[in-house]
């Protein structure tokens, strides 16, 4: 059975656009622009995130935006190419700007620019991205509402937090199946993806009689909690404007013939079905 392979990071929404202020605005190229962290090339495993920290939003001079868990204002830089899995703030630029360290996972009930992913830098640092872009502090902030490093270079910019997820997003779930613990949705029916769907090209291949069998999974959505998911979540938007969520770029089903929690009769239908393993 074909797997295509899931980075285990943490992640909680779909991409929504923000603004970047103080000295340079966001473009296709900052992390509102829809980037994704390259997938690894193997099937990694995912378990619960018991010493994961929750970012935060604060408030500063120049509106809401995304903090550590200490509170300490968060950046992206320019400079840095989104989805290179590489950082160019090195050496001293690095003590200046330290590396925002995974694990993170979103603040409750809002939208992050983009999907949570990682980097591991030179000396094997795992450095937290969202949208591709690496994130970072900036040392001159010493308290949380400080955002001294926002414009510095025109390249330094603060993550602005625009909209908040509504309350009503139902959770997923993790169930057990034959195949093991898997991911479900809300209702506890297991949850699926399709090898033939090319992940990231913000498509599905399942259309029509397909999507009948294999219903996709509606927006929005939140993570279980304390669960790695096997990659950032997202969404398409399918012809008729069904927004359906993505995991690592791979659009997300339901199978017709589960009719109850624990069922997984769709796992390896055509050696291209398969359920979303936690574990």
Known sequence: MRNPGWPAVVLIAAALAVTACGGGSYSAGSPAGGAYATPASTAPT???????????????????????????????????????????????????????????RAPAGVRLPGPLGVITRVGGVTQVTINGYPIYTYAG?????????????????????????????PALKVVR???????????????????????????????GSCAT??????????????????????????????????????????YAGDKAPGQDAGNGIEGAWHVIKIS
């Not at 955002?147 to 309350?167: M, P, Q, R, S, V």
């Not at 506890?188 to 992940?199: A, C, F, I, M, V």
């Open 177 to 207: 199946t034959s195949a093991g613990m898997v991911l479900a949705s809300s209702r506890g029916l297991t949850l699926y993806y399709y090898s033939e769907d090319k992940p990231h090209s913000g498509k599905s291949v399942c259309t």
């Open 46 to 104: 995912t378990s619960a995130a018991t010493q994961t920290t929750a970012l935060k939003t604060e408030s500063t001079r120049v509106g809401t935006i995304l903090a550590s868990s200490r509170g300490l204002t968060l950046y992206y830089y320019s400079e840095d190419k989104p989805g290179s899995g590489k950082s160019v703030c090195t050496g001293s630029c690095a003590t200046a700007w330290p590396p925002l360290v995974a694990p993170v």
């Open 141 to 169: 902030d010493k308290a949380p509402g400080q955002d001294a490093g926002n414009g510095i270079e025109g390249a330094w910019h603060i993550i602005k937090i625009h909209a908040t997820i509504a309350a009503a997003a």
């Open 213 to 254: 069998a294999w219903p996709p999974l509606a927006a929005p959505v939140r993570a279980p909690a304390g669960v790695f998911l096997p990659g950032p979540l997202g969404v398409i938007t399918r012809p008729g404007g069904v927004r359906q969520v993505t995991i690592n770029g791979y659009p997300v089903y339901r």
